[in-house]
């Protein structure tokens, strides 16, 4: 079934009136019609069955019945990604959304190019729209948290990062420690950070600073990967481990 997303300002009473780009999807692309069922889903991931009452340029729905809250896993899924080609990033917001990544996080290593990093800016809104796309494509109830772009030191500070949970870095001279081995001492329930270097890949200190600061590093095997496979095969394997998929 059809899924969109509203806040509730956008509710009275039993009708929601949709965002007239939303409206136009089902109207144009869709061509939904008065009396057709879709799935409304608010901003605290609350799910409803609706009807479409007026198929106009701005679409009301008359919400049916009390809705439900899709039971989440307890186990976070953190994504870190160096900066890298735009289309690739956007790749990865949308099959990291897909995948059920809980947050991303742009990060400008030091062997990110400046001048990706500059075409970051601006993004945001976008951006924000893949993530919510590819929620109505996979049904899921929460977009995936899209933070600002953050320094390698800043991400080692970060308090999520900081409250005990399994911290990964994925380095290609890792010869001792693969991804499932790590994840089977993981402990169950807690966050779970994965953390991809630029193309030219992490710094000896960078490297040595995760280290100091607690997380573990690992390869991916002996394939040198391109980022974005690197990242959908990772989190692909996390999710499996985890029970997700």
Known sequence: MRRFFFNPVQRQGDTVTLRESESRHICRVLRLKEGESVELVDDTGRVFSAIIKEAAQLVRLVVQGEGYTPASGSTRLLVGVSAIKIKKMELLLQKCTELGVDAFYPVAAARSQGNLIRQYEGKNERWHRIIEEACKQSLRPLPMDLHKMV???????????????????????????????????????????????????????????????????????????????????????????????
């Open 151 to 245: 320094s390698f030191a800043e991400l080692l500070c970060l308090p999520e990062v900081q409250t005990g949970g399994s911290n990964l870095l994925f380095y290609e001279k890792e010869q001792k420690t693969s991804l499932v081995p790590w994840l089977a001492e993981c402990r169950a329930g807690s966050t779970i950070m994965l953390l991809f270097g630029p193309e030219g890949g992490f710094t000896g200190e960078e490297v040595a600073d995760a280290l100091s600061a607690g997380w573990s590093t690992a390869s991916l095997g002996e394939r040198l990967l391109r980022a974005e496979t690197a990242v959908i095969a990772a989190v692909s394997i996390v999710q499996h481990h985890l029970g997700h998929m």
